[in-house]
């Protein structure tokens, strides 16, 4: 499948949301749900811990840590806010999530001086999910998001990243700073193309693509030259 920049893939979601009147949270499931199955085929014993950013790649973090929890995977999450502070269809998930009995640990913005601690927390885990930040992420990682890609860096723990590994530009491949070393990336619709360039290789790992259930005749109707998906044209 080719690859699509951050930006067409963004424009695929809103004209399944805003044409197809898909809502977003339906999408948001079939991602989650996706991406959960394949990570309960690659790590079956897998006790995980969710890392959990603002927007919606934290809502598909929620999304996979109630599919994994049905899976029969002991599971937690560690937020980057409350769930009172995230709004639309990651809240939504968040507050499901919760009600499910699903452990959420909100971290401090102060754990940041605090990296002995945050390599302990992640220390309990053999699988890390990284849901902090996907295509609306804006160089270089900030706060506790930069706090927590070097303390996941840092475990022994399986790395699976959420569409795309938090820190890496999914158009350009580059890194300032440090990004997520993924062991798998989950990415949603398609693969991005800063994934094609040599030194995203250590980042992304495995790539493996999940759809999120929009119409093949969405894609085939979108503006790519020479069809950039590779789909048949009838
Ligand atoms: N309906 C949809 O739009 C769907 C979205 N999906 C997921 O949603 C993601 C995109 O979600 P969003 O647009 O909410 O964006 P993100 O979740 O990538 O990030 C947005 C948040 O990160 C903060 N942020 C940006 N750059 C930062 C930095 N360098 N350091 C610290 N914080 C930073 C922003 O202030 C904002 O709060 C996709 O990558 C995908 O994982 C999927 O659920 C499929 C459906
Ligand atoms: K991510």
Redesign the pocket.
Known sequence: MQALTCEQV?RV?EIA?RDYQMP?IV??EN??RGAAEIIHSLCPDATALVLC????????GYVIARHLQILGHEVSILAVCAVDELSG??KVNAVIADAAGIEIEVIEEKANQEGTSLAMKLGKTNCIIDGL???????????I?AALVSAANESDAMRIA???PTGLDGDTGEVIGEAFRADHTMT?VAPKVGFQQKNADEFVGVVHVVG?GVPTKLIRELDLPNNELGLPKN
Do not use: Q, V
């Open positions: 963004r979601d949301i977003g999408l948001m991602a989650g950013g603002r927007g919606n790649n934290g809502g598909d269809d990651a930040l996907g295509t609306g992420a804006k160089p270089p990682l900030r706060g998001y959420l569409d795309i949603f999120i």
